[in-house]
T-cell receptor, first 114, second 114 residues
Framework: AQSVTQLDSQVPVFEEAPVELRCNYSSSVSVYLFWYVQYPNQGLQLLLKYLSGSTLVESINGFEAEFNKSQTSFHLRKPSVHISDTAEYFCAVSDLNQGGKLIFGQGTELSVKP | KAGVTQTPRYLIKTRGQQVTLSCSPISGHRSVSWYQQTPGQGLQFLFEYFSETQRNKGNFPGRFSGRQFSNSRSEMNVSTLELGDSALYLC?????????????FGSGTRLTVV
């Protein structure tokens, strides 16, 4: 069965510093990959997704993620974070062989300090 | 355009009772999926409905059930509540049968079982 591992449960970082949130998934023939963000007392918001094509995907607010099939990774990066990026981030995978559902990682709490 | 609406936002129930949660998808969306979020288990898939039919079900006991109405609104029911059912229950809607590729999540219903 498909699984997702987020390697860091908490990532503290100073404002304007770069950040990388790491995500690995178990191998599968074909997967779709997602990053979601959750702010306190809210639902999940889609940040970006990889379906096919270019291995580098970008979001409108400066985040990017690179699909690496050989390393089964989908790490999320931002070159300069803001206080407002403080939130929990979830990596997720959809293995269409297991039906239309998302398998989530345990989440990474990003804390941006001034 | 209204988003995904989940009601109620907060709920407190006593162990042994039953509870019904409601999810109204974005207008025109036909697919609704439910997820449970707890600190210990993270985000776990409950079920997916499309055009009033359950298409996929997660590994939850039979106490957890759901349905979808002709207007695409969905309800989930948990009977004989246990303390471990305390969680944030999230629903996600999507336009068509390729649910996971275009989820929009609601803000969730926070259920506390005492």
């Amino acid at each position: 069965a498909q699984s997702v591992t987020q390697l860091d449960s908490q990532v503290p970082v100073f404002e304007e510093a770069p950040v990388e949130l790491r995500c690995n998934y178990s191998s599968s023939v074909s997967v779709y990959l997602f990053w979601y963000v959750q702010y306190p007392n809210q639902g999940l918001q889609l940040l970006l997704k990889y379906l096919s094509g270019s291995t580098l995907v970008e979001s409108i607010n400066g985040f990017e993620a690179e699909f690496n099939k050989s390393q089964t990774s989908f790490h999320l990066r931002k070159p300069s974070v803001h206080i407002s990026d403080t939130a929990e981030y979830f990596c997720a995978v959809s293995d269409l062989n297991q039906g239309g559902k998302l398998i989530f990682g345990q989440g990474t709490e990003l804390s941006v300090k001034p | 355009k209204a988003g995904v609406t989940q009601t109620p936002r907060y709920l407190i129930k006593t162990r042994g009772q039953q509870v019904t949660l409601s999810c109204s998808p974005i207008s025109g969306h036909r697919s609704v999926s439910w997820y449970q979020q707890t600190p210990g288990q993270g985000l776990q898939f409950l079920f997916e409905y499309f055009s009033e039919t359950q298409r996929n079900k997660g590994n939850f006991p039979g106490r957890f059930s759901g349905r979808q109405f002709s207007n695409s609104r969905s309800e989930m029911n948990v009977s004989t509540l246990e303390l471990g059912d305390s969680a944030l229950y999230l629903c996600a809607s999507s336009l068509d049968g390729r649910g996971v590729l275009s989820y929009t999540f609601g803000s969730g219903t926070r259920l506390t079982v005492v």
